[in-house]
């Protein structure tokens, strides 16, 4: 069955760089994704990877694929204390309209 | 461009008291829309899915129903609400394709006492 596995908490120092990592068990996933959810708010869109790539970049994010493992990960560069937030690892299987979630993981950063 | 609205953003409400909480869409047409619930700041649980106005599938058995009226809007009630209804309501929308991408409303803290 589908599964996907997320460490629970991480703790950054200001200007570090983030890694918050994913895995996964289905190998017919065709999107993965990374969502961040503020407290008390909604899950916000980051950023997704199609499963032929390897990696994509966008400003400070860096998402990395790795397929073989099923693992998958989610850089910040320079965090920051409003990167502070739940993030979550999300993979579909194309046209099943039910993304799988992991339970995400809180990224604290510290002073 | 698209947005998701959620009524209301908080409700406390005593236990075997009934539920309403709404979602709508805006910007899209014939959208799939779901219900997840978030307890204790942690991992989504899907609760109803729909992938149309009347078709309504359920993840998991509970006191809870979802009804869709309209193409756009996404309705979770319960007749009488339990104790461990108490959480954090999530609807989300995503277009009909492969991605499934969702995008995320801005949630509803249910607290029943």
């Known amino acids: 069955g589908e599964d996907v596995e997320q460490s629970l908490f991480l703790s950054v120092r200001e200007g570090d760089s983030s890694v918050i990592n994913c895995t996964y068990t289905d190998s017919s996933s065709t999107y993965l994704y990374w969502y961040k959810q503020e407290p008390g708010a909604g899950l916000q869109l980051l950023t997704y990877?199609?499963?032929?790539?390897d990696m994509k970049q966008d400003q400070r994010l860096t998402v990395l694929l790795n397929k073989k493992d099923k693992h998958l990960s989610l850089r910040i560069a320079d965090t920051q204390t409003g990167d502070s937030a739940i993030y979550f690892c999300?993979?579909?299987?194309?046209?099943?309209?039910?993304?799988?979630f992991g339970r995400g993981t809180s990224l604290i950063v510290h002073p | 461009s698209q947005t998701i609205h959620q009524w209301p953003a908080t409700l406390v409400q005593p236990v075997g008291s009934p539920l309403s909480l709404e979602c709508t869409v805006e910007g899209t047409s014939n959208p799939n829309l779901y219900w997840y619930r978030q307890a204790a700041g942690r991992g989504l649980q899907l609760l109803f899915y729909s992938v149309g106005i009347g078709q309504i599938s359920s993840e998991v058995p509970q006191n809870l129903s979802a009804s869709r009226p309209q193409d756009r809007q996404f309705i979770l009630s319960s007749k009488k609400l339990l104790l461990s209804d108490s959480g954090f309501y999530l609807c989300?929308?995503?277009?009909?394709?492969?991605?499934?991408?969702?995008?995320f409303g801005p949630g509803t803290r249910l607290t029943v006492l």
């Open positions: 999300a993979e579909s299987i194309g046209g099943s309209y039910i993304p799988t």
């Open positions: 989300a929308w995503s277009v009909r394709n492969e991605r499934d991408t969702q995008y």
């Open positions: 990877i199609f499963s032929n790539m």
